[in-house]
């Protein structure tokens, strides 16, 4: 090829299984990706949004997802994301829900609806914690056991995919989908040498080519990187917001730790003043009954005095009417005078 083509870049996807004439692309791609979870293998499909290369020349391709249904009326969306954003999973849930909830019109009974299957090829992780590459989601409970069998979701993580032999059809794609941009379009290694892949191959190889189709290939993939580069601006922007508020937070926590500490210690030294205040009453206390006791022991001892001094001036009295009845004449005996 005389350019590298990246088959991941939306335009490229939407020719590669969105156009009319790569039909059977897109029919050999929904059996290699979904593979036993079909009831049976997709023979036909009718696309709902075709590939339009006026559109793209002109700059007017808006829709770069691939809407298909098959011949018993299950849906499909093919879709690539390069860049992740918060909202992203809430986009694909969305994008589901609305392909499966459009089979049906007003009125109409809830019958009608068939399976809807979603896939997304993501060029970033958005599933950090789960070192596989391909998730299915579906309606289930606690127990895995599914509410209604009617499709899910399908995302494949393309940064973590890694085989270097292709062992089943899926493999075989998603390896296209990251190595393609660098093969030699002349010299297409084995895993590339089936029909899908050649043909595959030429759709890069038409965009490559063809002037007109490269330069608006180019202005797309402009476009995209411009996309990047906001997204990472933005993105940065936001971890400086988050990180601000998080010191905020952080600094709140902090301060308000230091005010509960300080009252802490305040309420602990007033606990401690308290306490001492309590402590010198409980002193002055023992103090003032230590006195009162030695003011009730000096009176005791002063009554016990004052009783002695009593019991000798009786003594003493008794010993002075004993000594004026020992001083007195004895009578005389009037027979004798």
């Known amino acids: 090829m005389r350019h590298p083509i990246d088959p991941k870049v939306d335009c490229v996807f939407k020719a590669l299984l969105g156009a009319e004439s790569n039909r059977d692309l897109l029919i050999h791609f929904l059996n290699a990706i979904l593979g036993a979870e079909l009831p049976r293998p997709i023979t036909v499909v009718e696309i709902q949004n075709p590939y339009n290369e006026k559109e793209f020349l002109d700059d007017k391709l808006t829709v770069v997802d691939v809407k298909a249904r098959d011949a018993t009326g299950q849906m499909y969306q093919v879709e690539v994301q390069l860049l992740n954003h918060r909202d992203l999973p809430a986009r694909i849930l969305y994008g589901w829900a609305d392909l499966y909830s459009a089979q049906i019109k007003e009125g109409e009974s809830y019958r009608k609806l068939r399976p809807t299957y979603a896939i997304w090829l993501l060029g970033q992780i958005l599933l950090a914690d789960d070192p596989d590459y391909a998730h299915e989601f579906r309606l289930r409970d606690q127990h895995g056991r599914?509410?209604?069998?009617?499709?899910?979701?399908?995302?494949?993580?393309?940064?973590?995919?890694?085989?270097?032999?292709?062992?089943?059809?899926?493999?075989?794609?998603?390896?296209?989908?990251?190595?393609?941009?660098?093969?030699?379009?002349?010299?297409?290694?084995?895993?590339?040498?089936?029909?899908?892949?050649?043909?595959?191959?030429n759709t890069l190889k038409a965009f490559s080519e063809k002037e007109h189709a490269y330069h608006a290939y180019q202005a797309r993939q402009n476009f995209l990187r411009e996309q990047q580069s906001i997204q990472l601006e933005f993105d940065d922007l936001r971890a400086e917001v988050e990180q601000a508020r998080a010191d905020a937070e952080q600094e709140r926590v902090a301060k308000e730790?230091?005010?509960?500490?300080?009252?802490?210690?305040?309420?602990?030294?007033?606990q401690e003043r308290a306490?001492?205040?309590?402590?010198?009453?409980?002193?002055?206390?023992?103090?003032?009954?230590?006195?009162?006791?030695?003011?009730?022991?000096?009176?005791?001892?002063?009554?016990?005095?004052?009783?002695?001094?009593?019991?000798?001036?009786?003594?003493?009295?008794?010993e002075r009417l004993k000594r004026l009845l020992a001083d007195q004449p004895e009578p005389s005996d009037p027979e004798t005078r």
């Open 146 to 201: 599914v509410f209604l069998d009617h499709g899910g979701i399908w995302l494949l993580e393309l940064s973590k995919f890694a085989a270097d032999a292709v062992e089943t059809e899926q493999q075989r794609w998603l390896k296209f989908f990251t190595e393609a941009e660098r093969l030699d379009a002349d010299a297409l290694p084995a895993w590339m040498q089936t029909q899908e892949m050649r043909r595959a191959m």
């Open 257 to 270: 730790q230091a005010r509960a500490e300080a009252e802490q210690e305040r309420a602990a030294k007033e």
């Open 275 to 318: 306490a001492k205040e309590q402590a010198q009453a409980d002193a002055e206390q023992e103090r003032a009954a230590k006195a009162q006791e030695r003011a009730a022991k000096e009176q005791e001892r002063a009554a016990k005095e004052q009783e002695r001094a009593a019991k000798d001036e009786a003594l003493a009295e008794i």
